[in-house]
Nanobody, 123 residues
Framework: QVQLVESGGGLVQPGGSLSLTCVVS????????MAWFRQSPGKEREFVAT???????YYADYVKGRSAISRDDSKKTAYLRIDNLRLSDTAIYFC?????????????????WGQGTQVTVSS
């Protein structure tokens, strides 16, 4: 019903920036709340940022002030930019979507997931 495809990951030096892209497709690909999560080796998947259907955003404390989530509904695409990258930002980053407008940072509240894109912060 909804397919999500992430891109933009890679190797970045500490202090650098990255921009991730999530392309949405499928029969129910409109009016979705979007989010980004990440998962490091040996850790549970954690919330990073979300944007609702009218552009309101919310960020996890560990990226607040150095990240920006955005969307372009005409392109059915969501974006995540993180600046001043830290070693602790190394993770697989996942795009997520849900049809309900309600806010949630819980993994199990999101209906659709992409396959993830690896971000490695290393000197």
């Amino acid at each position: 019903q909804v397919q999500l495809v992430e891109s933009g990951g890679g190797l970045v030096q500490p202090g650098g920036s990255l921009s991730l892209t999530c392309v949405v497709s499928g029969r129910l690909s409109e009016n979705l709340r979007m989010a980004w999560f990440r998962q490091s080796p040996g850790k549970e998947r954690e919330f990073v940022a979300t944007i609702n259907q009218i552009g309101s955003t919310y960020y996890a404390d560990y990226v607040k002030g150095r990240s920006a989530i955005s969307r372009d509904d005409s392109k059915k695409t969501a974006y995540l930019r993180i600046d001043n990258l830290r070693l602790s930002d190394t993770a697989i980053y996942f795009c997520a979507a849900k049809t309900r407008t309600s806010f949630s940072t819980a993994v199990d509240q999101w209906n659709y997931w992409g396959q993830g894109t690896q971000v490695t912060v290393s000197s």
